[in-house]
């Protein structure tokens, strides 16, 4: 038999939370959609960080989550849409850039482009 958790999610764009129930062979994503929870996403495959979440309390599985590096998996962040429940949960949206910024930040965050500038070879 199929285990179910409840999942907390706390959208801090939209200012609501959603309480759902997912089973534990369903994408916590698909199963808030279906639900009636409008949440943010993009690829749907766990390719970037538009459904990225820190996990609050609980545990969660997400093999397929590739936008994600192994070390902000360990700090806590998940992606809605390729994650499994493995216990209750709680977890809260994150900002898409900020989550970007963590994991891409080191080799793009050197600052902004200045616009005007002369190139080299002008």
């Not at 397929?64 to 216990?87: D, F, H, I, N, T």
């Amino acid at each position: 038999m199929l285990r179910s958790y409840t999942v907390r999610i706390h959208d801090r764009q939209a200012n609501r939370v959603h309480t759902v129930r997912v089973p534990e062979n369903r994408y916590i994503l698909q199963s808030a959609e279906v639900q009636g929870a409008a949440l943010p996403f993009a690829c749907r495959n766990g390719a970037c960080t538009t459904c990225a979440v820190r996990i609050l309390s609980g545990t969660i599985d997400q093999p397929e989550a590739m936008g994600l590096s192994p070390k902000l998996r360990e700090q806590g962040y998940a992606l809605l849409c390729v994650s499994y429940p493995r216990s209750d949960l709680e977890v809260e949206t994150q900002d898409e850039d900020e989550v970007y910024e963590l994991q891409f930040g080191r080799y793009f965050g050197k600052g902004k482009i200045k616009a005007g500038l002369p190139l080299d070879d002008e």
